[in-house]
């Protein structure tokens, strides 16, 4: 089979950020060509380099390729200040979340964590702080990390179209369901969403600027998380569209009146799955809801446990779709499934 060089995505400039994290975090970005601009009809696109077709995104060939040919990886600026033996430990990957780096240190590379934050920040000129990451904690999720480099852990990223405003080591923003937030934000024409854990706003907002629904209403228990998603609300504009609401989705969450419910939290999503199901108007709706999963159970625990919560309320169920989001932990699928409610 012959290989295909030289191959771009187009996207549009307003995603570009976030689309080139995700193509670097799965390996495919080609890191030896240079990015470039094109205009079509008006509308400005950005060409990512990838070393092969990207199912989903429209695929060009680079019939000019432009090469860097000082630019260096994190690995090769480093080799050059610390012994070989530490070089395999360096990250590959790491996160962009506007102008804050986000990254995962091993605890060997403990004494070099300021000198890798401020490589990074010499890779990306526009970036003005680095983090060092370290999982998250508790019911609200609460990030725990510590800045490496520079200084300001508030940023407003774009995505898809939207601004979020957060601070890093505050609040949580998921990069990686990219793919999930797009189908939903074009799923809510003209119906009553509720999103029972709104978060910042990751679901909801691109629901209101993308789908023209009659209403989203957010519920939201962290008032660190509710603060950031009332701000977000503003930037984008969408104030006449979603309703915040402050609280425990057991207790807050409205009752019948919706046509969709989005369950996008993991962990203990299920506790939550009456409410949801009560949430929904008598005649039924849509459910999208989020668990992980050990990958032998992945099609039928959080099967169940939905016709369980409707058997209990007396309503029956249709599974349209299970989507595989990504890997959790080893072993462990964070996963969608979309259930028709009646």
């Not at 009659?214 to 984008?236: A, D, R, T």
């Not at 929904?280 to 039928?300: A, F």
Request: with cysteine; glycine share 6%.
């Amino acid at each position: 089979m012959q290989i295909q060089q030289n191959l771009t995505v187009c996207v549009p400039i307003e995603e570009a950020e976030t689309i080139r994290t995700w193509l670097l975090d799965s390996k495919v970005l080609d890191m030896d060509r240079k990015i470039k601009k094109t205009t079509e009809n008006g509308k400005k696109y950005l060409l990512l380099p990838v070393t092969k077709i990207i199912p989903g995104y429209i695929c060009l060939k680079d019939d000019k390729p432009e090469f860097y040919t000082s630019q260096k990886s994190l690995k090769e600026l480093l080799l050059e200040e610390i012994p070989i033996r530490e070089i395999a430990k360096i990250p590959s990957s790491w996160q962009v979340i506007g102008t804050v780096i986000v990254i995962t240190i091993p605890e060997e590379l403990n004494d070099r964590t300021t000198l890798i934050g401020q490589k990074l920040l010499q890779m990306y000129p526009r970036c003005t702080c680095v983090v060092r990451d370290k999982g998250i904690q508790g019911a609200f999720r609460l990030p725990t990390r510590e800045i490496i480099a520079g200084h300001d852990t508030e940023t407003i990223h774009k995505e898809n179209g939207c601004v979020f405003k957060l601070d890093v080591t505050k609040v949580m923003f998921s990069k990686g369901n990219l793919a999930e937030k797009k189908l939903m934000s074009l799923s809510a024409h003209n119906e009553v969403v509720v999103d029972m854990f709104a978060g910042i706003g990751y679901f909801s907002i691109p629901m209101a600027v993308h789908s023209s629904p009659k209403k989203v209403i957010s519920v939201e228990l962290n008032p660190v998380s509710f603060g950031y998603l009332q701000e977000n609300i503003h930037l984008n504009h969408v104030e006449d569209l979603v309703e915040p609401i402050l609280g425990d989705c057991a207790v807050v969450t409205p009752e019948g009146v919706a046509d969709r419910v989005i369950m996008g939290y993991v962990g203990t999503t299920h506790h939550y799955l009456l409410n949801g199901i009560k949430t929904l108007k008598p005649e039924g709706g849509m459910l999208h809801y989020h668990e992980t999963v050990p990958e032998k159970l992945l099609l039928q625990r959080p099967v169940n446990r939905i016709r369980e919560a409707a058997l209990q309320l007396g309503k029956m169920i249709e599974i349209i779709e299970v989507r595989r989001i990504k890997k959790y932990s080893p072993g462990v699928w964070h996963v969608v499934i979309d259930a028709k409610i009646t």
